[in-house]
Every structure is written in structure tokens, then in C-alpha cells.
């Protein structure tokens, strides 16, 4: 029954797991970027780092905690639908892998947007450059698994 039902929707899933991943990845990109400004350029206080303050917690809020969980929704009802992973072979370990470290660096954020609304984070700018490129690198990882398939 609900497995009928996963084969009829399958192309809807994926339309509406590719625009959650769309969303969840704009986030990725952008709030790395604006810690980089906020240690940089303007501090742990004052009007400017109270903006910055509402910006990241509406990005992590808005749009990065439902685009997350509403990829892992609809990510894995495209699992549970028969036909569509074989874990014989190698594309579904190495996307799950990626998956899980762009999880991770989803929380990772999380933590640091606690540590400079309380004004206690001590990293450089140069740490969020580095880290900007972990999404970029996650990403490419993802789309080659699961389109080129060259594993
Ligand atoms: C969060 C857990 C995730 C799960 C469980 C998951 C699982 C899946 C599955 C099973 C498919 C279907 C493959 C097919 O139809 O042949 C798929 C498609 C896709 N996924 Fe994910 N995914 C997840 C996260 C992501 C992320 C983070 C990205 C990108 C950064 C991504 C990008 C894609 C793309 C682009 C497709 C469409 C591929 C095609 O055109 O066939 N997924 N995903």
C-alpha cells in the first residue's frame, strides 16, 4: 500500500528532495560567509553585531533546519522506494558518507551561531574560509555519486 504509493509519487519525492536540497545548500554557503564578516569586521558587539546576530538565527531557523530535515524526508522515502538504491553497489556508501559529514557541518554551524550570539567564539575569519569550502567539496562528492555513478 504505502509502497505503491512511494512508486506512483517517486518523480514528485525526487522534484521535492532536489528543492529542499537547493535550499538547505544556499544555507551552507551563505552563513559560513557571514561568520567570516562577523569576526572580521564586526565583533562580538554593538548594533551591527545584533543584525548580524538575527540574520544567522533566522538562516539556521528559516531556512536550514526545515530544508534539512525535509531532504532527509524526502532523501529517504527515495530509499524505501524499490528500485531506486542498490546497495550492491558502491554510489549509495559513498553519498550516504558525504551526507552524513554535510550533517555534521550543519550542527557544526549551529554550535558556532551559539558561540557568537554569547560572544564566547574564538575562531578566525580564516577558520570560516576554510570551512566555507567543505559544502563545495560535499557537494560534488553527492551530485557525482548519484548522477555520474562512476563508482
Ligand atoms: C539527507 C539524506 C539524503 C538521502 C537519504 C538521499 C537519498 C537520495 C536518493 C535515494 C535519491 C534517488 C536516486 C535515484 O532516483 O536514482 C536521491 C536523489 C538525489 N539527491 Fe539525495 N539524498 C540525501 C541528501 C542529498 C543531498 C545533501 C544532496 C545534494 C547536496 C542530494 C542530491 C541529490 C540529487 C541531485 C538527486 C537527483 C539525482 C537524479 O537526478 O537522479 N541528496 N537522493
Do not use: C
Not at 526545515?66 to 524499490?82: H, N, R, S
Not at 551559539?114 to 575562531?123: P, V
Amino acid at each position: 500500500m504505502i509502497i505503491d504509493f512511494l512508486v506512483l509519487a517517486y518523480p514528485w519525492t525526487k522534484s521535492l528532495h532536489v528543492i529542499s536540497v537547493i535550499a538547505w545548500m544556499a544555507g551552507l554557503f551563505y552563513l559560513p560567509r557571514l561568520f567570516v564578516y562577523h569576526v572580521e569586521r564586526v565583533g562580538m558587539s554593538g548594533e551591527t553585531a545584533d543584525l548580524f546576530q538575527t540574520m544567522e538565527v533566522r538562516l539556521l531557523r528559516a531556512i536550514m533546519n526545515p530544508a534539512m530535515i525535509a531532504t532527509w524526508i524526502f532523501g529517504l522515502a527515495l530509499v524505501f522506494t524499490p528500485g531506486v538504491v542498490s546497495w550492491q553497489e558502491l554510489w549509495p556508501w559513498t553519498k550516504t558518507a558525504a551526507v552524513l559529514a554535510m550533517t555534521w557541518f550543519h550542527h557544526w554551524l549551529g554550535l558556532r551561531r551559539k558561540e557568537l550570539l554569547a560572544g564566547t567564539d574564538t575562531r578566525s575569519g580564516r577558520t570560516y574560509r576554510l570551512m566555507n569550502e567543505v559544502p563545495t567539496l560535499l557537494l560534488i562528492v553527492i551530485v557525482v555519486s548519484v548522477i555520474a555513478r562512476p563508482f
